[in-house]
């Protein structure tokens, strides 16, 4: 009810600011939420809750409540719930400090701590907002390592998040060279947007006649901020105070085909400024027109990519020429046709999560000192769920260069660096990219970004030397390999590549075993070694061949619907630990979900016979019950393998059974059952010790890192307890089961629709 509540106080806040604002530009509100989902401790990033909402353009404020709510029933004390929140791209989050696999850069997150005892909420505010998807992840505390069984009381945590927006729904929008006059007021900044085309190498805004409201300001006192850019909280806005009667701001290499926002605030309190605004971007550096023309056949472009694609760099020196006059026609004109050259790139969906890029002209790019090389990446918003990796290879097999050239290169989002040397850093006005470089010691570099943000990525490549290197070299040829993947490298040998879903969002994530951990499953602190594996997977196995004696005891006192069962139960069960090792030490005979079925079914169907056999009750009656029971079992694992009643039902239907007989047979012989002392003493009690305490480290003891000694234990504990439990011999059994008194006579005798013989004397008297 108080989540609602302060959900409707919130709306009803930005309504009220909305329809108060007088200004010129007219606001609305919108809000958005999401169900509340079930928090878990980190493990991995599976364990992780995200949510994912879109803010559209033109966003005043953004503000977020984070809900947390404590289930009931159950003492659970104060825990911290993490928040993780980035534009662009789900957060890239290290909460225990694990190690990143090579190559591969991240940027933290904004990360907020909410602490929870049985409600707790907290907002989150964001002026200027940039506009796109934003990506919330929340999880508890790092996990203990406990394994919880299913269906018994846990703590419960809640999270639920709410977005409300002010959006300016007719904001001006700045032309170029066109003055604009505006009016800002502390309350009321002024809200433009302008248009930045692509090519666009620098932008410039100017505020000029700056006054008061009501007469011309002081002298030299032009108080106003100007911002230009959006807050996406790694990056925030450039901001320029204004002095004297005006200012201006310059971004040098400003995002292409996007609108930038462009706020004025007025800094002192009670003071309306108005000035007149303009914006002026320049084009610099535009290409040539190089690729595709107009009659290009699409079938050509596929078969000289696929002719292309099985050529490698540097594998043949005859490849390596095929290359190099396929692009000496596009020397000349690339020298001399200005201050960049743009390859065109072929885009392929290959997969979920898999997607690849290749230059149309083939692997091989040329790159000179003279202008930088551009190739370009979209990214949708499904991309970002994955890793984009780049792996840039120098081509040294005809041309050498010296030791102080190299290929340097750049991916940027948003807009290219198109100005690359040993000084210039790899970033544009708004954004941080990633720089590599190439040379002859070092040919190959490797880069690797989980989570990339859906815009338009550039990669910048050019050559940079010495003039009297130079002098030999004047143009080389690279190999850049960009592709999205779903995981780093495929997590590895001791990891496996997870597909993760949130609503129609999917993601991925390594899931790693064998005590191995990180992003990529690349960090070895807490790792088992080969012989700790291989002393796991026998501990696991070999124990189970302690049902062996529970099957001979069965076979000697004539109980073979048991032995069979327990030799059913020790087969699937040594087999299903065996495959379900977490390291190299793995034997699968077939398939792991049939494995895992058979071992849980037969691990309760043991049980279940045991029970029912202590019970001694008729053969007819005990036949079906078992029959019954095993039908009821198979279903109920189909249902949920996991599931607590999967277990308890059985036992408890089992127990009912046995208590009864037992009962019964007291009343009747008006005597305890069973009536001797020592198999008191020397059998059931021990074996229902031997129940209990392994029913307790089963569901109490054990954790992922005892799991392989304490399941051991359970296994030697339950075959033991089975040994004992097992009743004796009944008197009336011959060596295979069947009722003495049975006879293989050939004579029958008609006994109404049977044929059977009496093997009872029959005693008359004559009268």
């Not at 002026?127 to 505390?141: F, K, N, R, T, V």
């Not at 062996?548 to 327990?566: G, N």
């Amino acid at each position: 009810m108080e989540v609602y509540f302060i959900r409707i106080l919130l709306f009803v806040t930005l309504t009220a600011v909305t329809l108060g604002d007088d200004g010129q530009v007219t606001f609305v509100s919108e809000l958005s939420s999401r169900p509340a989902q079930k928090l878990s401790r980190y493990g991995w990033y599976g364990n992780v809750r995200l949510q994912r909402f879109h803010i559209p353009e033109d966003a005043a404020i953004a503000r977020w409540l984070f809900s947390v709510t404590r289930g009931h029933g159950f003492h659970c004390g104060q825990h911290n719930v993490t928040i993780h929140i980035r534009q662009g791209a789900p957060p890239v989050i290290n909460p225990v400090g694990l190690v990143f696999p090579n190559s591969t850069l991240w940027s933290p997150a904004l990360s907020l701590t909410l602490p929870v005892t049985s409600h707790s909420s907290t907002t989150f505010n964001l002026s200027d907002p940039a506009p796109g998807d934003w990506y919330l992840a929340a999880h508890l505390p790092r996990d203990d390592g406990r394994i919880e069984q299913k269906g018994f009381p846990s703590c419960s945590y809640f999270f639920q998040p709410q977005l409300s927006i002010r959006r300016a729904v007719d904001t001006p929008i700045l032309l170029q060279a066109t003055p604009l006059p505006q009016t800002a007021a502390p309350d009321r900044p002024a809200r433009l947007k302008l248009f930045v085309p692509e090519f666009a190498s620098a932008l410039s805004v100017f505020v000029a006649d700056c006054s008061r409201g009501e007469g011309p300001s002081e002298s030299g006192n032009c108080s106003l901020t100007l911002k230009l850019g959006s807050s996406s909280l790694r990056e925030g806005p450039v901001m320029v105070n204004c002095s004297a009667n005006g200012c201006s701001a310059t971004l040098a290499a400003p995002p292409w085909n996007t609108w930038l926002r462009v706020v004025v605030e007025s800094v002192h309190d009670n003071r309306t400024m108005t000035f007149s605004i303009t914006s002026n971007y320049t084009v610099g550096c535009k290409p040539k027109s190089v690729g595709l023309i107009g009659d290009d056949d699409f079938r050509k472009l596929r078969s000289n990519n696929s002719d292309s694609n099985s050529t490698s760099a540097g594998n043949s020196s005859a490849a390596t020429d095929a290359v190099a006059l396929s692009n000496s026609s596009l020397s000349s004109s690339l020298l001399s046709s200005g201050c960049v050259w743009s390859v065109p790139v072929l885009s392929e969906e290959l997969d979920v999560l898999s997607l690849r890029f290749t230059p149309v002209n083939g692997p091989n790019v040329n790159v000179t000192h003279t202008h930088p090389t551009l190739l370009s990446y979209p990214l949708q918003t499904y991309s970002s769920g994955g890793t984009l990796n780049l792996q840039l290879t120098l081509n040294t097999t005809n041309i050498t260069l010296g030791n102080s050239s190299s290929v340097v290169a750049c991916l940027s989002p948003w807009a290219p660096v198109l100005s690359l040397n040993h000084s210039q850093p790899c970033r544009t006005a708004l954004f941080l990219g990633y720089g590599v470089r190439v040379n002859s010691s070092v040919p190959k570099a490797v880069v690797r970004l989980p989570f990339p943000q859906s815009a338009t990525w550039y990669l910048t490549l050019q050559l940079t030397c010495n003039s009297s290197d130079c002098s030999n070299v004047s143009m080389v040829s690279v190999v850049p390999e960009v592709h999205i993947s779903a995981c780093v490298e495929d997590c590895g040998t001791y990891g496996e590549c997870r597909l993760l879903r949130s609503y129609s969002y999917l993601y991925s994530a390594c899931v790693c075993k064998a005590g191995w951990s990180g992003w990529g499953c690349t960090d070895d602190s807490t790792a088992l070694s080969y012989s700790r594996q291989v002393t796991a997977a026998l501990l696991l196995t070999l124990s189970n061949l302690l049902f062996l004696p529970p099957i001979v005891v069965a076979a000697r006192r004539c109980y073979i619907t048991e032995a069979s069962v327990y030799l059913f139960t020790m087969f699937f069960s040594t087999f299903y630990h065996a495959c379900d090792q977490p390291g190299v030490a793995v034997l699968c005979i077939m398939d792991y979900d049939t494995l895992q079925y058979c071992d849980f079914l037969g691990s309760v169907s043991s049980i279940w016979v045991t029970i029912l056999c202590m019970a001694r009750v008729r053969d007819t009656l005990k036949y079906t019950l078992f029959m019954l029971g095993a039908l009821l079992i198979a279903m109920s694992m189909q249902l949920d393998r996991r599931g607590l009643w999967n277990m308890l039902g059985p036992v408890l239907c089992a127990v009912l059974a046995m208590v009864t007989a037992w009962v019964y047979r007291g009343v009747r012989r008006r005597q305890c059952y069973p009536p001797s002392w020592q198999r008191w003493v020397l059998y059931l009690i021990p074996g229902l010790s031997c129940a209990l305490i392994g029913v307790c480290v089963y569901i109490f003891a054990e954790t992922e890192d005892n799991y392989y000694y304490t399941h051991s234990l359970w296994h030697v504990l339950v075959a033991s307890s089975v040994v004992f439990l097992l009743p004796p011999k009944e008197k009336n059994r011959e060596a295979w089961g069947w009722a003495r008194g049975w006879s293989w006579s050939w004579r029958p005798r008609v006994c109404g629709y049977t044929l059977c013989q009496s093997s009872k004397e029959e005693l008359y008297t004559v009268t």
